[in-house]
């Protein structure tokens, strides 16, 4: 389980807050180590990771099932997590079925919070941390249970069931990690 503190530590190094920081502190004061357990209230934590292909400009995307619409991977914290890292590394390698990748930053890319609709059960609002990595394009993906496809789409040729959010996100999301990526110098 992700320790509370781990949690406002990996938040406090996020390179783009997207103006939602205090949003996360506020979370994190009022509901304290609950706001990161998915049945500890309808308003939590999420971890996700953005996953792209410098070489070729492409990120890989998935299709969900649930949402009806093209977004990065990611999803519910869970009990063997030992932080948001680790909780996006996991759901970008159910999600996605695959198996090597690399992170882009230590540090998150982005705090995201959106509302949900629709078939979300008793989740109304999701606390996102948005990580990224690098993988081949040249790897084949694999559908989960969660998706209904998962492809690589050139950043220049998205595909048009984007969540809403991420039209204008999904852009400056790929910059980043591609930005971050660079500086590691991998």
């Known amino acids: ?11 406090a190094h996020t390179a783009r807050t997207s103006g939602f920081a ?13 706001a990161l357990v998915r049945a500890g209230t309808s308003e939590h934590v999420t971890a996700s990771c953005l996953v792209v292909d410098p070489d070729t400009e492409a990120v890989l995307l998935n ?18 997590d030992v932080s948001l890292r680790d909780a996006a590394r996991r759901e970008a390698t159910e ?4 198996e090597r ?3 882009v930053s230590p540090a998150p890319l982005e705090l995201h919070v959106h509302d949900l609709a629709g078939d ?6 999701h606390f996102d941390v948005v990580y990224g990595a690098v993988a081949s394009a040249g790897q084949n993906p694999a559908v989960s249970d969660e998706s209904l496809d998962v492809a690589w789409f ?5 595909p048009t069931a984007l ?14 990690a591609v930005a971050a990526h660079a500086a590691d110098g991998r």
């Open 22 to 34: 205090e949003a996360f502190a506020g979370l994190f004061e009022s509901r304290g180590a609950s």
């Open 154 to 158: 050139s950043i220049d040729e998205l």
């Open 63 to 80: 299709h969900h099932r649930r949402a009806g619409a093209w977004m990065q991977f990611g999803g519910h914290l869970e009990s063997g």
């Open 120 to 125: 979300f059960g008793t989740c109304r609002r």
């Open 163 to 176: 969540m809403p959010d991420l039209v204008t996100r999904l852009p400056q999301l790929y910059r980043a």
């Open 101 to 103: 990748f690399r992170w």
């Open 95 to 98: 999600e996605s079925g695959l």
């Open 1 to 11: 389980m992700i320790a509370l503190s781990t949690a406002r530590d990996e938040v």
